[in-house]
């Protein structure tokens, strides 16, 4: 069971208050009819799936409830970073070289 | 190759086994194949066994980054059976279970095919309107399944409780009688045995780095942590990798990848005569051969590529165990190992072509893709042969997603109401 | 006599406690303090299981809990718990204890014949027989294998035991207690930080508790872990856990204890649990798990009365129990000797000490003369004798180019062997460590620590008693600081007397025997031999986890801790490659088996999921209702009276909800208040249908579909204000749907100014249908003018009932007129047991979930997972209606315009008609075009919801037809196992289909 820090509350807790939300910074695209059923795919269903360093959505569920975004490495399961919704995407690069990897 | 048999087997007692040949080589790769499969697992090592026996290719060689059989073939439960609900997957599966019936007779391997039944346990209204559906549907397509009162369940299964005393009781149970388990091991090693004597390749120990394409975007060949070799088809069948691989083609896939859990009790004299999942409550569990209490956990919520996974996650499966079968708490817990499933949003794997001329794509079978190992390597490589899928897994394609033309299993026994 | 092998004094045993039990059922004594082994062997037992495969005697080999041999079934309240080692058993009065995998007796054994067919049995005969008849595999075969395999016997009957579950939090956690383990916990509570120090035995101490040679800071080992555990059990920082498996090791430095707490008691206190899970987070781990003695793989090396030189030193030192009269040492390695020198200053006859090597250290060969024991160097056991229990063994001297030539025999009732230590690096390995060959020691040692751990002692290849104790002081210091930042002097107790010991053996050792034939066992309880593993590497098994998996060595109850590394010597040697490269396999949890009930603690029946009741339960309950579980709700399906069955309580409620009036508790509905100034707009983009327009005050029906264009939820929802909706959802759609609505807000519309509110638990619902639903609340509502021009049908106010605030919605799931009454939960059950009262004037009547179904369904209303199933449209079942045409976006709009999802074909939602209206359809059931499908005919649909129908007079069903709206009229078929039945398509409403009677 991991423990995850809620960047909202500002504490360690259990996984059993989060809910994992799947590959982070997709956006829903603004003019989803203009879209080919291609990209729509693309949005709906690609995913990276990262063996490594990779970023990811979690909601503290049965805490505050807000979304945040974390990189985790999905190798060690370590996460290496944990920031608000809205924030820009870290560089996923220079994460994976801190950590080691 | 010897023929396995008994009296193979008492021959060579005389000899004190000393003259049993290799059931496969450890050959170095040549620089060229006509198709490289990628992974050797259950459903690599079938697609370059059906290949060489049923599509006369032998120029074939399978990589795989460990030891054969290593991956999910060496990590699951090892449920077999056919009884899904659309047309589509019940006919993938039940080809599957064609296969299975002759398969230690085919590959001369006793893979210990076992169809002792499996019977999936309704808890809710729900529940049995779904499971009935599965039943009628697979009438109609000619899959075995059929419906019991809690009563007829206990009868199959003596040590089932359906008392109410429980949090949700057995309403009734779907019964595939013609599902079971096998020895998961043995499918890899009957198919690596059969496909090396067939003179395919099976390469240990050879990670693949890369997949190059030429300019036309068609495959070359695939490099390797033992140089670059040269195909012209390629085959992709890692799961719990394929993302990883698929990316060094470009190619970007619809699957997460998530650690399953599953878990034995110690040994014990014969106490379960079938299998018995339970999805609501989540609970699979069969008795191995060996005595061991076979039990499958879930998934964790997130990706990981780690092979372990949270003790919550096996603490509730045991919960639901200990519910239904409540002698097994005094049971122990033997081992708890992990694989990694990938999942595609339909829960149905894609088995088929990739945009990319040559490359091809066996993946996304999640947490139930033991089962389908003789059809899926069957139809793949009818796919790979021909270069166009056999009329089972036409429907399984990558583009089902891009139309919509799903093959949901998991949305249809979802909770309503 | 009593007891025959039992020291005149000495060891930690209360000799004034007599303990009576039996094995087998012949009874026997012990003393406070023994474990089932040693009372066993203090009574001369060494027989006391078969091995698996081949049935063999076996005998106590270890005195731990990698015991592969010492299996038993303990019996107690009219139950048994299979597989327990004797080695860990606690005596206790009374035990009753029985040796398993033999019939009829231990000691006559039919499944004793499997040793000699053993020829016929390598690893994976199975894999090359058992084929033909093919028939054979299922009906004869199979079963046999079964019925042979197994261990002891499962238990039968259901474990009223009860276990406990408890979180824990420390700064340190120490695992195991033996020296380094016990320096470590000092040392680190000495900082004030928070220890756990935990250890699998009933006594804290491991090795201390058998070591007699040697002092720490001038006392008896024993004595000093005795005053240190006193001296830790007095800091208030420090929590001891005897009897207590650290058996998991997850991310995070996660780590899961089992604590026995009453297996070792004879009459415990009912109040206790039997077993209780200690889930710990800590901060630092030291691993301080000690080594375990490895078996040397000689022929017959398995033979009741051959065990580790370390067990019969335990057993003697800490026992009081001799392993024989008359024992025979082979070793590799110096420790050996030391058991040796102390059985023999405890009179037992020491036949020789034969040791693989050539040359031992002087002292010890100066010790062994003193007490006239006879050496033998550079021998090799080439067989052993004795069926039941060993008899003597045959010893060969191996010659420098590993020729074995005879050295003789030797006669002996019990062999100590040794072939030296492997560290225990299982949970070292768990936390995800990686391990490194360390060529000096010929051991795996732990590497890289990717966890908050550090491990001491001989786990991580030390040896010494005063170097594993500084090490441990020092690991302990080293936590505490990570853990707290703080650091404390410790004075570190000295050792003196113990030296290290050297030596050891990997692998199978030269006999001058056929080595095709012989049995040198390297799984004992898997019954795995050195030729089981070479014929492995002989078949093309090259990988470690291949000989693993081939051979099933490493596979038993102690996951290979005693053979692994043997197995791999053997296999590194066939494959001619160095051992390292050969691979370890990965250790698992549990470090130890562990109960299931253990896993499981207090999840049981109503503490398995919570039970969510709705207001009227109590009431429900009363009034002889049968429940249906949907989710975790306890919802009322039907209310039988008077000996009514399902189908008759349902006709008789639908009547009267149509006739008069009805009472439905619909509190288990998802509610979300969503507030706010772009609450309309949140709601244009959420649901299909657009809500701008809609008045305050007004309700209507939404459909909420997610992006890739399917049905996943609906309900009704009420404007209340401006700025303020009353969102109702499935029940088992509520927590999704508020996810998803957080989800899409908070990620990807974050400028909206809306909060969504989950109110659900907020609000009870009680509902009242039918032609008398005004009358029955008219009375106890205030506030609202309930008149039909006032209050129509889809209106939404704010009103009293009996002075409590109420919303009050006028809509329906039955087509009749219809009311659903919103309090405050506190409130619901007053609200119900009025209504319930009220509507009995009326003759109206409450229904449940069932009467609930058949009467939407006679209106064609869906249920969302009912008629649809997560590949269905709006258009599918007719909805095309509750689409925004006009809005430019919402959540499913471009998913609906992907090519599937407009194609020719689709299903639609149709009613059918039975030709006889007395069969009611089975729901689920197919449909075709004829009667008579071939197999493998693709179906036209299938039948969603069916029922009899009162107000129809018939039976009526909903299905999913392909091109369904073009075939009403015509005539198709559901095939059943039966005969098929002919249906009529039809439109999809039975029962008032001008809807008029919704608006009176």
């Known amino acids: ?101 | 190759m010897a023929r396995y048999s008994f009296l193979e087997l008492a021959k060579n007692a005389f000899s004190a086994h000393k003259n049993w040949g290799r059931q496969w080589r450890a050959p170095e790769p040549k620089a060229e194949y006509d198709i490289v499969i990628v992974g050797a697992g259950g459903h690599g090592l079938a697609t370059a066994y059906y290949l060489a026996s049923e599509h006369g290719l032998k120029n074939i060689a399978v990589l795989d980054k460990g030891w054969l059989g290593g991956g999910n073939t060496g990590r699951n439960t090892t449920i077999v059976r056919s009884n899904y609900l659309w047309e589509e997957s019940a006919a993938l599966y039940q080809h599957a279970i064609d296969l299975w019936e002759g398969l230690s007779q085919e590959l001369n391997y006793n893979v210990m095919y076992s169809q002792r039944g499996v019977m999936m346990l309704a808890h809710t209204v729900h529940d049995i309107q779904v499971f009935k559906r599965h039943i009628h549907a697979n009438r109609l397509a000619g899959v075995q399944n059929e419906w019991l009162t809690p009563e007829e369940a206990r009868e199959f299964c003596p040590p089932l409780n359906i008392q109410k005393n429980i949090r949700y009781p057995v309403m009734g149970a779907a019964l595939q009688r013609v599902g079971g388990t096998a020895r998961h091991d043995a499918v890899a090693w009957g198919y690596a045995r059969g496909a090396d004597s067939l003179g395919v390749d099976i390469i240990q120990n050879c990670a693949v780095t890369g997949i190059r394409r030429g300019a036309d975007g068609a495959v070359e060949g695939v490099e390797t942590a033992k140089g670059f070799i040269k195909a012209k088809k390629v085959g992709v069948v890692a799961a719990g990798h394929t993302s990883v691989l698929m990316e060094m083609a470009g190619v970007r896939v619809p699957l997460e990848s998530n650690p399953l859990q599953a878990l034995v009790s110690e040994p014990v004299k014969p106490a379960f005569p079938c299998v018995v999942m339970s999805n609501t409550i989540h609970a699979y569990i069969s008795q191995s051969d060996k005595g061991e209490l076979v039990i499958g956990a879930g998934t964790d919520q997130f990706v990981s590529y780690s092979q372990t996974g949270g003790i919550h996650i096996t603490t509730h499966t045991i919960d639901a165990i200990c519910e239904l079968f409540p002698m097994f708490r005094r049971m122990r817990m033997l081992r708890n190992w992990g694989g990694i499933v990938d999942v595609t949003p339909d829960r149905s794997p894609i088995i088929g072509k990739t945009p990319v001329p040559g490359l091809y794509v066996n993946c996304g079978w999640g947490t139930g893709g033991f089962k389908a190992t003789p059809g899926s390597g069957h139809v793949f490589a009818h796919t790979i042969a021909k270069d166009e899928p056999h009329p089972i897994n036409a429907p399984f394609t990558l583009d089902r997603f891009r139309t919509g033309r799903l093959i949901d299993e998991a949305a249809a026994a979802a909770v309503a109401h | ?1000």
Request: proline share 5%.
């Open chain 1, 1 to 101: 069971m991991l423990l995850i820090e809620c960047p909202y509350c500002g504490v360690e807790r259990p996984e059993l208050e989060f809910r994992c939300g799947g590959e982070a910074h997709i956006a829903r695209p603004e003019d989803p009819s203009g879209k080919t059923d291609e990209e729509w795919a693309e949005f709906l269903y690609m995913r990276t799936n990262t063996k490594g360093v990779y970023a990811e959505r979690w909601r503290h569920i049965h805490g505050c409830g807000r979304f945040f975004n974390a990189v985790r490495d999905t190798v060690s399961d370590k996460f290496l970073k944990i920031y608000k919704a809205g924030e820009p995407m870290p560089d996923l690069a220079s994460l994976a070289k801190e950590a080691g990897k």
């Open chain 3, 1 to 1000: 006599m009593s007891q025959p092998y039992r020291t005149e004094k000495g060891g930690q045993i209360d000799r004034d406690r007599k303990i009576s039990f039996t094995f087998d059922g012949e009874r026997m004594e012990g003393y406070e303090c023994d474990t089932l082994a040693s009372a066993l062997l203090a009574n001369g037992v060494h027989l006391v299981g078969r091995s698996f495969k081949y049935h063999r005697p076996r005998g106590i080999l270890t005195a731990g809990s990698e015991e592969p041999n010492a299996l038993v079934g303990i019996y107690r309240k009219g139950d048994q718990t299979p597989n327990l080692r004797a080695t860990q058993v606690e005596l206790y009065d009374g035990l009753e204890a029985i040796s398993q995998n033999r019939f009829p007796s231990l000691s006559f054994d039919i499944g004793a014949v499997n040793d000699l067919l053993s020829p016929l049995f390598p690893s994976g005969f199975y894999y090359k027989t058992f084929m033909w008849p093919k028939a054979f595999w299922d009906r004869v075969y199979e079963p046999v294998i079964r019925a042979a395999a197994g261990l002891g016997k499962p238990p039968k009957n259901p474990d009223h035991d009860r276990y406990a579950n408890l979180y824990a939090h420390c700064d340190v956690l120490v695992i195991g207690a033996g020296p380094a383990g016990l320096a470590a916990a000092l040392a680190a509570s000495e900082t004030g930080a928070r220890v756990i120090l935990c250890d699998e035995q009933a006594s804290l101490g491991g090795s201390l508790l058998s070591e007699t040679t040697a002092t720490i800071d001038g006392k008896q080992p024993a004595d000093w872990a005795e005053d240190t555990v006193a001296d830790l059990a007095a800091r208030d920082n420090v929590t001891l856990l005897p009897r207590t498996t650290a058996f998991g090791y997850y991310a995070q430095n996660f780590v899961a204890l089992a604590e026995r707490v009453t297996d070792h008691m004879a009459d415990p206190d009912p109040a206790l649990p039997r077993e209780r899970l200690w889930q710990v987070r800590a901060k630092e781990v030291v691993i301080a798990a000690g080594s375990i003695e490895r078996p040397m793989v000689f022929p017959e090396n398995d033979r009741p009365g051959i065990l580790m030189a370390g067990a019969a030193r335990t057993y003697l030192n800490r026992y009081g129990v001799k392993a024989g009269q008359k024992v025979l040492v082979a070793t590799a390695c110096d420790t050996a000797w030391q058991a040796a020198f102390d059985l023999a200053d405890n009179g037992v006859e020491i036949a020789a000490i034969a040791d693989t090597r050539k040359i031992v250290p002087e002292a010890l060969m100066t010790i062994a003369e003193a007490r006239n024991i006879k050496v033998r160097t550079g021998c090799v056991v080439t067989a052993t004798q004795g069926r039941k229990r060993v008899s003597g063994a045959l010893l060969g001297h191996v010659s420098s180019t590993g020729a074995v030539s005879s050295a003789g025999d030797v006669a002996c009732d019990a062999l100590l062997m040794s072939g030296g230590w492997t560290p225990t690096v299982s949970l070292y390995s768990q936390s995800r460590g990686k391990v490194v060959w360390d060529e000096a020691s010929g051991n795996f040692l732990p590497g890289a620590h990717p966890q908050n751990e550090r491990s001491a002692g001989a786990c991580r290849g030390l040896y010494g008693l005063n170097a594993v104790l500084e090490d441990g002081y020092a690991a302990g210091e080293d936590a505490a600081k990570s853990a707290t930042g703080k650091s404390a002097k410790c004075t570190y107790a000295v050792a003196t007397g113990a030296h290290a010991g050297e030596g050891g053996t990997l692998g199978d050792l030269p006999n001058d025997r056929d080595a095709s034939r012989v049995k040198a066992f390297v799984d004992y309880q898997n019954d795995v031999t050195a030729k089981d593993v070479k014929l492995a590497v002989r078949e093309g098994m090259h990988s470690i986890e291949h000989i693993k998996r081939y051979t099933t060595t490493g596979m038993a109850t102690d996951q290979g801790r005693l053979s692994n590394m043997n197995a791999l010597a053997i296999a590194s040697t066939a494959l001619d490659k160095p051992l390292p490269q050969v691979g370890l396999t990965t250790f698992r949890q549990p470090f130890t088996p562990t109960s299931f009930g253990t896993f499981a603690t207090s999840s049981r029946g109503d503490f398995f999921d919570p039970v969510r009741k709705t207001p009227s339960h109590q009431w429900a309950v009363d009034n002889d209702v049968v429940f249906e579980d949907v989710g975790q709700w306890k919802r009322s399906r039907y209310f039988p009276k008077d000996g009514e069955d399902m189908h008759g309580a349902v006709a008789r409620e639908c009547q009267v909800v149509r006739e008069k009036v009805g009472l439905f508790d619909g509190s288990t509905l998802g509610k979300i208040e969503v507030v706010g100034p772009d609450a309309a707009e949140f709601l244009e983009r959420m649901y299909t249908n657009p809500w701008k327009g809609l008045k305050p005050g007004r309700c209507r029906y939404g459909l909420m579909l997610n992006d890739a264009g399917f049905i996943i939820d609906d309900g009704v929802i009420g404007r209340i204000a401006e700025d303020r909706f009353h969102v109702t959802t499935t029940t088992g759609g509520a927590a999704h749907v508020f996810a998803t609505m957080e989800d899409y807000l908070q990620t990807e519309w974050p400028d909206l100014d809306v909060w969504v509110t989950s109110t659900t638990e907020q609000y009870a619902v009680i509902a009242l249908q039918g032609p008398l639903a005004r009358d029955a609340i008219a009375p106890f509502i205030s506030g609202i003018d309930l008149s039909p021009d006032a209050f129509p049908h889809m209106s939404v106010a704010t009103g009293t009932f009996s002075g409590v605030p109420c919303r009050l919605f006028r809509i329906s799931f039955t087509g009749e007129i219809g009311f659903e009454i919103n309090v405050p939960r506190r409130h619901g059950t007053m609200v119900w047991d009025t209504m319930a009262a009220e509507i009995e004037k009326l003759g109206g009547v409450v229904y449940g979930t069932e009467t609930m179904h058949v009467l939407r369904a006679e209106k064609g209303y869906i249920i969302v997972g009912q008629e649809t199933d997560g590949t269905v449209t709006p258009d599918d079942v007719g909805m095309s209606w509750a689409i925004g045409k006009k809005k430019k976006d919402f959540v499913g709009k471009r998913g609906l315009a992907r090519p599937d999802l407009i194609a020719e074909g689709r299903k639609q939602l149709v009613g059918l008609l039975t030709k006889d209206p007395r069969i009611v359809l089975e729901e689920g059931a197919q449909v075709t075009k004829v009667p008579d499908p071939a197999k493998g005919t693709s179906a036209e649909g299938h039948v969603t919801s069916a029922y009899h129908s009162p107000a129809a007079g018939r039976s009526i069903a909903l299905a999913m037809v392909k091109d369904g709206r073009a075939l009403h009229g015509k005539t198709l078929y559901i095939p059943m196992p039966g005969g098929a039945i002919e249906v009529e398509v039809t439109e999809p409403v039975f029962v008032d289909k001008e809807g008029g009677r919704l608006n009176g």
